[in-house]
Each structure stands twice: as C-alpha cells, then as structure tokens.
C-alpha cells in the first residue's frame, strides 16, 4: 500500500510538474498530511523528486530549468542544504543588498528568502530564475562563460564587471573545506572571481554542508580568516566549530 502510494506520487509529479502539499492532499483525503511529508522525503532520497517549499517538483521538471547534473546535485544533502538555507535567510534584511553564487544551497537559500525589497547580484543562472518570481527583488545576472555543473556564469575580467558594484554581504557555497586548504572549487575561473567578489563586500558567509568537510578541490577561493560567518547543518564537528570561533569567525 505504501509502496503504491508512493509511486503515484511519483507518477503525479512526473505528469504535473510541480505540486504543492495541498494538492496532494486532495489526492490522497485519507492520508495525513505528516506522512505525505515522509513520502516526499523518501522520494527525495531516491532522488525522484525533489522538495521544494510547500510541496515538490519532478526532477524532469527541474532539469527544464536548471540542467540535468544541477538536478541531481539539488537532491543530494537536500535536509542540511534547507537547514543551511533557512539560517542564511533568517541574516538577510529588508533594503539591502547583496551577492549569492550559482550552487545548489544558494538555490534553496534563494527560495527561502523573504520577498521583500531586496536588490540581489549572482552568477547563478537557475538562482536568478528563482529569484526573478520574487515580486520585490531587484535581480542583476554577471555575465561570462556558462560552467554547466553548477549553470553559473565565470568572466576572466570579472574586475571590470565590480568596479560600479556595490554589495554588503556575499553568500557563497563550497564544493569542498579543509582547515589546511579553506574553502575550494573545481574551476580557477571560478575562484577567481569569487576572490573579487570577497574584495568588494563588507562581509562574507559561507554556505557549508558537513558533507562537504575533508574534501579538496583543485582551486582554492577563499580561507578561514577571510571570511566573516560560517552557516552549517547540525552535523558539523565540534572541534571544526571551536577552531572557526578561535578565529572570531561566527558559526551558525
């Protein structure tokens, strides 16, 4: 029965696109809305679907949008990447502006956030989608060369883009951290733009899912003490914590 359950949702998800709980719930009256919420979670994990706020998507519709790898990348560690997400949110505010990267936690952080007036920059191609259904945001796009893992947009002249720019906060993600390496990524386009980005805002939090811990990347974008705010899941080690506050660096 479950397992019949759960494939017709699959199946409905498939055909509709997009659904939110609600609807479900008219499709299923004799089930609870708490173990609909575990259907997705499990459909999520088998990378199915995937959860968004208020219900779910088909990853057939997703990859419409944001590509096939970006797809899948979005399902993985998706409760530590909505965790993260909903800190991030929780430190942004009304009138101000600021930078946010192309990665999957940036997505979901781009749909947590409030719609209030807000002036956002990114490199993220599938993010400045998602940030466009905010009715308030203002939404500048860098342009430059499309890295297809990530859909976001890298320029070797990234100085010339900034120098009328001005933002508060940067929030980007990592693919990768070591307290030897700092915070590292696949593409030394990439990095060197994100190094201008730190340069031209007053503050810089990262974005870091504990899975990410102990990996290296080849390019290195920016190290412990470059950086203002750690937002992490519940998973992060103790004694990484204590080594970040040694540093004067808040951990969320």
Do not use: W
């Not at 991030?88 to 409030?114: C, H, V, Y």
């Not at 060369?145 to 980007?172: G, P, R």
């Amino acid at each position: 029965m479950k397992k019949e359950r759960i494939d017709r949702i699959a199946e409905l998800l498939d055909k509709r696109g997009k659904l939110s709980l609600d609807q479900l719930v008219e499709y299923f009256p004799d089930v609870s809305q708490m173990t609909l919420r575990r259907d997705l979670v499990l459909l999520e994990q088998q990378e199915r679907i995937i959860r968004v706020r208020g219900g779910a998507m088909s990853v057939k519709e997703v990859q419409k949008v944001s590509g096939e790898a970006y797809a899948k990348k979005t399902a993985f560690h998706s409760d530590e990447k909505i965790e993260i997400a909903r800190k991030a949110a929780r430190l942004i505010e009304e009138n101000s502006s600021l930078f946010m990267d192309g990665g999957t936690t940036s997505m979901r952080l781009a749909k947590e956030l409030p719609d209030c007036a807000l002036h956002v920059f990114t490199n993220g191609l599938a993010v400045a989608v998602e940030l466009a259904k905010k009715k308030n945001y203002d939404v500048t796009v860098f342009g430059g060369q499309v890295l297809k893992d990530n859909l976001s947009t890298v320029s070797a002249a990234s100085k010339l883009q900034f120098e009328n720019t001005n933002f508060e906060i940067a929030i980007m993600s990592s693919s990768a951290f070591t307290p030897e390496n700092g915070f590292s990524c696949g593409s030394q386009l990439e990095a060197d733009f994100l190094q201008e980005i730190q340069k031209k805002a007053k503050a810089v939090y990262i974005m870091l899912d504990s899975s990410k811990i102990g990996k290296i990347m080849p390019h290195t974008f920016a190290r412990m003490d470059e950086i203002d705010v750690l937002i992490t899941d519940v998973n992060f080690p103790d004694d990484l914590k204590k080594l970040f506050e040694e540093k004067n660096i808040v951990v969320m």
